[in-house]
């Protein structure tokens, strides 16, 4: 199976005894359209999972080649730091997805989530663009704690971030997958702030919770997150016309 056909099938909206593609949305005698909020609401949360799936694996290789005691090094740590940038946009548009998803008396509480999101995806693409053109010029090519940037990674990834998703989390009202995505989203802003603590503790022992939210739960989270923005019953059907 091609990966076109996997996208169309995973895309794939059961209205009736017809189906429409969601980018697509043409059927006989309809016109199904996925709303644009649905479709930036799917493409970033499955994009934020294949994501946190490709970099588990990076950091996976990574580790079998330097260990555990030793940093990951280039051409690995590049392809990490990548994956990080590519990441930064995506929280972004799932943000702006949720503003727009959300009911308007939820609106305010969305929009302190994209902001706080705007603010992540910031600090984190700052950090990983110096890494990865005056680091790479200067010789400087890991974060290592003690260190500045490490300091504003852990502000963005642990702070930021989980303020994010704590803010997002009461936009999804009601029972089902709204439930299992206000509680995944809540408990993965919680961790990603106790990380937070590590590093003002001085115990980066502390700061491995915030990893297991963003590096594990994240990834879940934006799962059951595609799965909401792709619900059937959010499909708004045109009656197709003909021109002329």
């Known amino acids: 199976m ?140 890991t974060l290592e704690w003690p260190s500045v940037l490490y300091a504003v990674e852990l502000l963005a990834w642990d702070v930021f971030l989980g303020l994010a998703l704590l803010f997002a989390a009461p936009v999804f009202v009601g029972p089902g997958l709204y439930f299992k995505a206000r509680w995944s989203l809540s408990v993965t802003g919680i961790m990603c702030l106790i990380g937070a603590v590590g590093p003002m503790a001085g115990d980066m022992a502390i700061q491995r919770i915030g990893i297991v939210g963003y590096g594990i739960l994240l990834p879940i989270s934006c799962l059951i997150l595609a799965f909401v923005f792709r619900k059937k019953n959010k499909v708004y059907p045109v009656e197709e016309t003909n021109a002329g």
Not at 8 to 18: P, Q, V
Not at 42 to 62: E, H, K, N, P
């Open 2 to 141: 091609s990966l076109t056909q996997i996208l169309l099938k995973i895309g794939r909206f059961e209205t009736g005894s017809s189906g429409c593609i969601f980018y697509l949305g043409y059927t006989k005698g309809w016109n199904c359209a996925m709303r644009l909020t649905q479709r930036l609401g799917f493409i970033s949360s499955a994009g934020l999972l294949l994501v946190g799936i490709g970099y588990a694996i990076v950091v996976a290789v990574g580790i079998a080649q330097s260990g555990l005691d030793d940093p990951i090094v280039d051409p690995i740590l590049g392809v990490m730091e990548v994956i990080t940038l590519l990441a930064a946009p995506l929280i972004v548009i799932l943000m702006a997805a949720i503003y727009d998803y959300a009911t308007e008396d939820r609106k305010p509480l969305a929009l302190i989530a994209l902001s706080f999101g705007v603010i992540m995806a910031g600090l984190t693409s700052g950090v990983h663009f110096v890494t990865l053109s005056w680091g790479r010029q200067t010789g400087f090519t």
